[in-house]
């Protein structure tokens, strides 16, 4: 059997020949032998597209399965990432309460200066109806004492009944037995902010011994009076939605809406100390 | 000369071997890869057909495994075609002529053909970098890809023998 014969051998040359030949257009410029490359490439072409097909979805497929493991690792820290990041919105969340907190405290400061405050938590709550009492994280050695008054920027929530060594007790002014001397910002009305225990629930308190010619209306704002010496004067304590007169005939009554949000307070400040002129009206 | 359902046949089994022996190599050559080395799965059905087929089918077939890999590379089209053509049609004539056909035999072929194919492919496309490497790229490189197609020949071997029983008797072989 000769070697150099037969129709393989002619094959064989002529696939020889005719790759030397693409291999020389290929080499000597694609320019000038523009038409041989266009050739090699119409020809070629269609198949690496259909090779290239199948390949990309042999290669998507297969990967379905041993990319799985991947997969799943990226998911879990995917998973620890947003762990982290929501816990990052909530504290981020905080800062933004605390933020509105402390400008309103600030607000507070700049008009008042002459009041010494103590920043508390609410550490708990009364756990019954009839009580919206709660007690905050501070206490005698934060210079919190008996009788201080607890705002929030809203408004006045209440009174210091009991202080302790690192917590104290504070009852609000819509329980009943709490009492704070008050004044119609309007008409310049004195009276008395009480709780009451049929509007305790309601989240409302009467201001009592109002005069019979008071000129009150709904919507009028009432404030501290600083009579008593207890509550600092001018501090906001709610509004009119009601006004009536006593079953006794001789004095008027009016329901107040008071400003500070109790539900959902969980820091107030305690005034610990104000300015002796701001007592006496 | 073999019959037309034969050739037919024939051609289907060794287009489509090649198709996805070069789609499996070119996707999950990976999953085969030893030591960062891969055997050449088409120069198997290259010895393969030249064991088994006459020359000029087998001169075919290779040239038809080459166009795939040229067409699919990025360097100048033909080197690879010329070498598989080449590759396949010696292969058909030693084993008609001189070598007697086995396993054996078309392993050291498949050996002898990719140490020769990656030492062409050497010289071909990085003959700036034949120096003082050269020793090392022989080393690690062409001899475990030569010794490792070698092995993987043996499947192909076997399909083939069995392919070839199915469909062509001993006188025919002589197309």
């Known amino acids: 059997m000769n070697f150099f014969r037969g129709k393989a051998f002619v094959f064989t040359m002529i696939v020889i020949s005719v790759s030397l030949l693409l291999m020389a257009l290929s080499v000597t410029g694609a320019k000038r032998l523009g038409i041989g490359e266009d050739f090699t490439g119409i020809v070629i072409s269609p198949f ?10 042999i ?37 933004r309460e605390e933020n509105k907190r402390l400008k309103g405290l600030l607000e ?9 405050f103590a920043m508390a938590e609410i550490i708990s709550r009364d756990i019954d109806n009839y009580f919206t009492g709660f007690v905050i994280d501070k206490g005698t050695i934060h210079g919190v004492k008996k009788n201080d008054t607890v705002i929030t920027n809203e408004g006045i929530v209440g009174v210091v009944t009991e202080a ?15 009492t704070v001397g008050a004044i119609v910002s309007r008409t310049g009305d004195i009276g008395i902010v009480e709780g009451s225990f049929d509007r305790m629930e309601s989240g409302l308190c009467i201001m009592s011994y109002l005069p019979k010619s008071a ?3 709904k919507g009028d704002y009432v404030e501290t009076s600083g009579l008593g010496g207890i509550f600092p004067k001018g501090l906001i304590i709610g509004t009119v939605v009601e006004v009536g007169m006593e079953s006794h005939g ?19 400040f305690v005034i610990t100390s104000f300015g002796e002129s701001e007592e006496q009206p | 000369m073999m019959q037309r359902g034969d050739l037919f046949n024939k051609s289907a089994y060794y287009g489509l071997l090649i198709l996805i022996v070069f789609l499996f190599q070119s996707t999950l050559g990976d999953i085969i890869r030893i030591g960062g080395i891969a055997p050449n799965l088409l120069f198997c059905i290259v010895v393969c057909a030249g064991a088994f087929e006459a020359e000029l089918f087998a001169s075919v077939v290779s040239f038809a495994a080459g166009f795939v890999v040229d067409s699919y590379s990025e360097r100048i089209f033909g080197v690879i075609l010329i070498l598989f053509t080449v590759a396949g049609y010696v292969n058909a004539h030693l084993f008609k002529a001189y070598i007697r056909l086995s396993l054996q035999n078309v392993c050291i072929m498949t050996m002898a053909c990719v140490f020769l194919y990656e ?18 790229t022989v080393l690690t490189k062409m001899l475990p890809a030569a010794l490792y197609s070698g092995a993987a020949a043996v ?4 399909v083939t023998r069995f392919v070839n029983r199915q469909t062509v008797s001993e006188e025919e072989k002589e197309f």
């Open chain 1, 215 to 217: 000129n009150i209306i």
């Open chain 1, 108 to 116: 507070i400061k700049e008009s008042r200066k002459d009041f010494t």
């Open chain 1, 164 to 178: 302790e060594t690192t917590w104290s007790k504070v009852s609000t002014i819509i329980e009943p037995g709490t």
């Open chain 1, 59 to 95: 290669s998507d497929f297969v990967s379905y399965f041993t990319d799985f493991k991947k997969l799943k690792e990226e998911n879990e820290e995917l998973t620890r990432k947003v762990a982290g990041l929501e816990q990052e919105l909530v504290k981020n969340e905080q800062y």
């Open chain 2, 155 to 158: 499947p192909f071997f076997f």
């Open chain 1, 48 to 57: 690496q597209k259909v090779v290239t097909l199948a390949r990309n979805n």
């Open chain 1, 250 to 268: 001789l004095s008027n009554y009016a329901v107040i809406s008071p400003k500070a949000d109790f539900s959902n307070m969980r820091t107030v």
């Open chain 2, 119 to 136: 030492l062409f492919v050497y010289m071909a496309f990085f003959f700036t970098a034949f120096n003082a490497s050269f020793g090392m």
